[in-house]
């Protein structure tokens, strides 16, 4: 499945200056540039409570859009899932969440585009490739046919084992096609490059965990 790849422009945004789409889909790891809370009710840091005042700014955290102290928001990095093209301020809780962005993009998603074999369930006896789609990076695609799996339609995924759970040999994924619930297995059997095939499917893990994983937005409940 091929899909072209959109016209990326640079944008001077609220936050700071991003790369976005323009025309047709962006990545689908993309992330928005969220709304900013009002200045004009925020009073206190949202991280330590100091007051704001002459000599305790306010600054917004580009992640999150909260509002909070210098000190509770004195980070300053390149947000790229965000698309921004230089460092941001960011508070100390977001911090965190986009170095592992970061670190995700950069040495995860290459892997994952690059592709890796397997034994495909219900699709060849020998090892084919699947990987995801370099444009947008919405599908896994495999087979000569072309088949694809929505990325933000997989609900779940087990490692495949043997020898009492010691040994993994692949990766079943549960996604959600034409309404049904249905499972890909990636199997390692006979795969030449295991190594290379295990660093994928551990990308892949990587991969769920940014498209489904908490938001500072959708914080994971307590």
Same mark, same amino acid.
């Given at each position: 499945?091929?899909?072209?790849?959109?016209?990326?422009?640079?944008?001077?945004?609220?936050?700071?200056?991003?790369?976005?789409?323009?025309?047709?889909? $962006?990545?689908?790891?993309?992330?928005?540039?969220?709304?900013?809370?009002?200045?004009?009710?925020?009073?206190?840091?949202?991280?330590?409570?100091?007051?704001?005042?002459?000599?305790?700014?306010?600054?917004?955290?580009?992640?999150?859009?909260?509002?909070?102290?210098?000190?509770?928001?004195?980070?300053?990095?390149?947000?790229?899932?965000?698309?921004?093209?230089?460092?941001?301020?960011?508070?100390?809780?977001?911090?965190?969440?986009?170095?592992?962005?970061?670190?995700?993009?950069?040495?995860?998603?290459?892997?994952?585009?690059? $592709?890796?074999?397997?034994?495909?369930?219900?699709?060849?006896?020998?090892?084919?490739?699947?990987?995801?789609?370099?444009?947008?990076?919405?599908?896994?695609?495999?087979?000569?046919? $072309?088949?694809?799996?929505?990325?933000?339609?997989?609900?779940?995924?087990?490692?495949?084992?043997?020898?009492?759970?010691?040994?993994?040999?692949?990766?079943?994924?549960?996604?959600?096609?034409?309404?049904?619930?249905?499972?890909?297995?990636?199997?390692?059997?006979?795969?030449?490059?295991?190594?290379?095939?295990?660093?994928?499917?551990?990308?892949?893990?990587?991969?769920?965990?940014?498209?489904?994983?908490?938001?500072?937005?959708?914080?994971?409940?307590?």
């Amino acid at each position: 499945m091929a899909t072209a790849a959109p016209k990326l422009t640079l944008v001077q945004a609220k936050s700071g200056t991003r790369m976005v789409a323009t025309s047709g889909e $962006g990545s689908v790891f993309d992330f928005p540039e969220p709304p900013w809370s009002e200045d004009a009710k925020s009073s206190k840091c949202s991280s330590c409570g100091a007051s704001f005042g002459l000599l305790v700014r306010k600054h917004h955290c580009r992640f999150c859009g909260k509002i909070f102290c210098g000190k509770c928001c004195g980070s300053e990095i390149t947000s790229t899932r965000q698309g921004f093209v230089d460092p941001v301020r960011l508070c100390e809780q977001c911090t965190p969440c986009v170095k592992k962005d970061n670190d995700f993009m950069a040495k995860q998603l290459p892997l994952l585009v690059a $592709g890796a074999s397997f034994v495909v369930s219900g699709e060849s006896d020998t090892p084919i490739v699947c990987r995801v789609e370099k444009a947008i990076h919405k599908h896994i695609t495999y087979g000569e046919a $072309g088949r694809a799996v929505a990325l933000r339609s997989i609900t779940k995924v087990v490692d495949i084992t043997s020898g009492e759970g010691s040994t993994v040999n692949g990766l079943n994924i549960t996604y959600t096609g034409a309404g049904d619930e249905r499972t890909l297995s990636l199997l390692l059997d006979g795969v030449a490059e295991r190594k290379k095939s295990m660093q994928w499917l551990g990308a892949l893990k990587k991969a769920l965990q940014a498209l489904h994983g908490p938001t500072p937005h959708h914080p994971p409940k307590k």
